[in-house]
């Protein structure tokens, strides 16, 4: 189990996020789960395999031994530390393939972090209802993303934070005050939040 965090002194914090997603692996295949508007989607990609060990990062944490690798990945530079103690060749989001368990991965610039807080031996599966995503080409994804914001108060739409609040509209064809205020909400919300984990596509 992981959390988004970030480390103040010596103690660990969650952070209150809006990030919004299920990631799936497998060894030939890594499924990305996500929503923008009222789009519910999915995309398949191959999973990362151009990590770079990271000379002299013998280390220990949490009475484990540790090493750690950089990747680049959808436009951000990262930094794992993954323990061979544990052989499972996972970790959060789409990182995987390293020869042990990731425990704590962060960007380069430190805008993103994961730690993992727990480890669990469980023999039931838990089940994950993805059966209403629709199948798309991340590059229509990005696509339909970048059209979207060419005017969005000419769209319906459809909007939900990590918090479960909403923000509902139906354009009525005119470029009245409703409009341009509605506009103005998703550009600001857009500047708010223009820091998407991956740099490629406007996800969160």
Known sequence: EYAPAKKINDSLEVDDTYLNFTVVQDISLVKYYGSFNDLQFFYDEKPINNWVIIPNSVGSKNNYKTQQAKIQLDGRKWIATFTPDIPISKGPYKFQGLPGLIIEIHS?????????????????????????????????????????????????????????????????????????????????????????????????
Do not use: R
Request: proline residues 3%; charged residues 35%.
């Open 108 to 204: 380069e610039e430190q805008d993103y972090s994961f730690e993992m807080i727990g480890l669990k031996d469980t023999k039931v599966e838990k089940k994950l209802h993805l059966e209403n995503y629709k199948k798309i080409e991340k590059k229509k994804l990005q696509l339909y993303i970048s059209e979207f914001f060419k005017d969005p108060a000419s769209k319906k739409l459809s909007l939900k934070n990590s918090y479960g609040d909403t923000f509902d509209y139906q354009p009525n064809g005119k470029k009245d005050e409703n409009y341009h205020s509605t506009n103005a909400f998703i550009f600001e919300t857009l500047h708010k939040y223009n820091n998407p984990i991956d740099k490629e596509t406007y996800i969160l």
